[in-house]
């Protein structure tokens, strides 16, 4: 079996699959492979970690149908290197034959038929706006946890709304809600948790218009897109009840212009040196407004002042920088605002003209 | 997870020809699609095994593995003692102690520890044998140069002295002071130390870890 195939569609095709292969095979060295699956007129790429599955289809002149998987590693910098063009591929019994222009390899394939079941899309599907759904998921997912001692943290929280559905991810020093007010992903009182990673990938292929169709099953939930499907299994677990962690009042608030907190953040926090993703800095924030600083105690000191409106008792806190940061990034608002209750209990980040994304951020403990 | 303990015995076909024969064994057959043959000895290792992908099939008291390299592993069941299967689910995997990193993040947060007056100049300094992991100055002003072990071997006394032989070249530190800091100094490292000139603390990891501030979490 053999097929062809423009060189720019098929390394696309590739390198989206190609998010999806296990970076650890463990017990099943097939996964470190993409499936291809020659069928008339199209061939589909799979790629898969047993956690997350993307399958991308693509059209191309196929002769014979068959399946068989390529390293995948190999075939995602040869795409990435072969000059535009035609693309053709011959399978034989062990080893792929790939041609494009003066261009030809040999490669050993792996067994396709140790390759594990593809999932296939369970339950009705339900169409719902691409565009709000990639902003959200943008907004929440850098919240999620990536320590695997906590798997229910490494997911994020789909939850039915009265009007539509909510997004929470924490790692338990943040957490970010998003309500998406309109878009009717799950039925009334239903909640999932689905694998940060997988969502992370979806908001990558999500367009900025347009729809994509969901179908939940009873372990993993399925988005179609145009050519390209990817199927991520559902987190099994009860998610923390993060509703009672924010308050219904804060007696501090800063108003603050992002940007402007933003750069200031970046300049201050470069005293940290290789730990400023994780050095502490603080905010001292008085009737005069905000000043900046950070310490690292073998480098030096950096301080601020920064333009901003504040109203109520003069306070320091202290937070992660990087975990702010993400925060200021997620806000996505011009002006921002900031409350606080005192310098050991969570801080609320929020647009100051919208209230359907939160970002509530534990302070660090500072001398 | 399946553990069976039978009397048995095992041929191996493959890159060369086995016999295991007839004694009572322990036969493990994992989730993971492997299967091992164990003897009540060798700790860990098996006395023969097959790694997924392998086939594993069970027919009339034969168990036979068999890959894609042409290797098979027939164990035959004369009398089963044992066989029962468990469930074991995920297995969170194996959390790793980063010692040496910990203690150097403690120790730098607290260089008081290791002598009265002690201020922390700065972590990883470099020389060209390399860093050394802390360098401070103490109440007198002087240059401390810090190597910091899990276990203090002579090993590690002997690398503080590079580093302190090379940060003795900078007159802005000479003469250079040093402190081997582990949660354990071998009796034959305190010895050579002594020789050398260099100062030996003992460290105990959990006061420093009960002493340094929690984090901060939501829940």
Redesign the interface.
Known sequence: MKFRCERDTLADAVATAYRAVASRT?????LAGLLLRLQPNEVELVGSDLELTIRVRVPAEVDGVGSAVLVARLLQELMSRLAAGAVRVEIGEDQAKIEAGRFRSEVRTL?AS?FPRLPEAEGEGVKVAAGPLAQGLRQVVPAASKD??R?ILTGVLIAATADGVRLVA?D????AVRDLPGLNLLGEGRSVLVGAKGLSELQRLLPTEGEVEVFLGERQVTFRLDGTELTARLVEGEF?N?QQ?VPSGYPNRLTVQRDALADAVNRVRLVGGQNRDSSPIRLAMSAEGLELSATA???GQSYEPVEAKYEGTELTVAFNSQFLLDGLEATGSSELVIESVDP?K?AVLRASDTSDFLY?L????IA | MRLVVARCSVEYAGRLGARLPDAVRLVVLKADGSIAVHADAKAYKPLNWMNPPCTITEVDGVITASNRQAERLVIELHEVLYDSSFELGQDPGLAKDGVEAELQELLAARVQTLGAGLRLVRREYPTDVGPVDLLCRDGAGRAVAVEIKRIGEIASVEQLVRYRERLDRDGSLSPVLAVLAATRIKPQARVFAESRGVECVEVDLEELRAGAPADLRLF
């Open positions: 463990g017990a099943l060295p097939v067994a140790d695997d001692a798997p924490t338990s020093y943040r957490l923390p993060y962690l105690q073998d480098v050991l969570p509530l534990m302070p660090v403990r």
